[in-house]
């Protein structure tokens, strides 16, 4: 029987060595306009190969000399897409898991200045964001959210020895694996001081700096989003912010509060977003997260602190404005982020498949 197929690791290795390939995506718009592959193309016929209507692809003319490879929600419904393609002379595959496994595709870029490596490692699906930072063969791992064995991977290629980890805040939106970093690499666990979670770490204060090989770290305490967010200056070049400060957005104040705290979080978030306005122009804000879907071209998602505060209206906007303004254009509540924020506190996931936690478009800017 031939092979109807793909797993995400090798549609992944498609994409990074640049071969061509159809990604025919055939879930219901919705579900579409939800998440989904870059660069995918999409044909809504869930309902006709569910129902067995062997027609849905008879007016459809894709190039017999480029693999196509369906995706659905799970990999159910991609199989019997892929059979009938294959049925019409096509090579097709039907991703293996579906989308609930390209969840945890990821890619990376990179940017050095000053014998400094600030390799960002993107969650290409959910826009999930986290970075290596590295000198003189020492690393820190900031907000991890693939397994440890991707950074471990990383660090063992480019010669590091993994030193920190640490988040920038309490995750409400997929299950942080810094605890699973540490207990695989031995590094030390930093997190912000007074943070309301139930398992150790060395605490950070705000005004604090870590040593890196030679790469000093600040930490600057910069609540809103969370009131334990903290951003991560590296140098003078660099800043990690987090859900405080995106390329199209600010971070989301409402989750976890009442109308009364989501006000009292958007007024913190405005004097945190001023504080980040006070540092030097030129440096280049790294987020944790983007929303829509990464492409594999090494391009870093980031921009510079005078770039970002001219082109996204809430930064140019008054205390009160802001606050305002913030509140009224909050996007739709995340599914599970109880559930997910709870399980971050607590530090332990066991017995829960992230997968079904994780699923689905991430949703922690206000744009």
Not at 43 to 70: A, E, H, M
Request: charge should be negative; charged fraction near 20%; aromatic fraction near 8%.
């Amino acid at each position: 029987m031939k092979n109807q197929e793909i797993k995400v690791e090798d549609l992944q290795k498609m994409f990074e060595h640049g071969e061509k390939v159809t990604v025919l995506d055939v879930r219901p718009m919705e579900q579409r306009n939800e998440w989904q592959i870059a660069d995918s193309i999409h044909k809504d016929v869930y309902k006709g190969l569910v129902s067995g209507d062997t027609t849905v692809f008879d007016q459809d003319n894709f190039d017999k000399d480029i693999p196509i490879v369906t995706v659905c929600t799970a990999g159910k419904t991609s199989l019997i897409a892929a059979e009938l393609l294959q049925n019409k002379g096509f090579d097709a595959l039907s991703l293996h898991g579906g989308m609930k496994a390209w969840n945890y595709a990821w890619n990376t870029a990179r940017v050095e200045a000053d014998g400094v490596t600030v390799l960002q490692v993107r969650r290409v699906a959910k826009g999930c964001i986290s970075y290596m930072v590295a000198s003189e063969g020492e690393a820190i791992v900031v907000d991890a959210s693939l397994d440890p064995s991707v950074y471990i991977g990383l660090a063992q290629k480019n010669g590091w020895i993994i030193k920190y980890a640490m988040d920038t805040h309490v995750h409400a939106d997929y299950i942080s694996r810094t605890i699973d970093l540490v207990q695989a690499t031995h590094a030390k666990h930093l997190f912000t001081e007074g943070a309301d979670v139930a398992y150790s770490f060395t605490a950070l204060q705000d005004g604090q700096q870590i040593r890196v090989g030679k790469a000093f770290i600040l930490a600057i305490h910069t609540p809103g989003h969370t009131p334990e967010s903290i951003s991560y200056l590296v140098g003078n070049q660099f800043l990690l912010t987090g859900d405080t400060l995106f390329t199209n957005g600010v971070g989301r104040p409402d989750l976890k509060a009442d109308q009364e705290q989501a006000l009292k979080k958007a007024d913190e978030l405005f004097t945190s977003l001023e504080k980040i306005k006070q540092l030097p122009s030129d440096i280049l804000i790294l987020p944790a997260h983007t929303s829509s879907a990464i492409v594999f071209d090494q391009v870093l998602i980031a921009d510079t602190i005078v770039n970002l505060f001219a082109s996204i209206e809430l930064l140019q906007l008054s205390r009160e404005e802001f606050i305002s303004q913030t509140i009224q254009r909050i996007p739709a509540t995340p599914p599970n982020y109880i559930e997910i924020a709870t399980l971050n506190k607590s530090g332990s996931y066991q017995d829960i498949d992230p997968a079904d936690l994780e699923a689905g478009a991430n949703r922690c800017s206000v744009s």
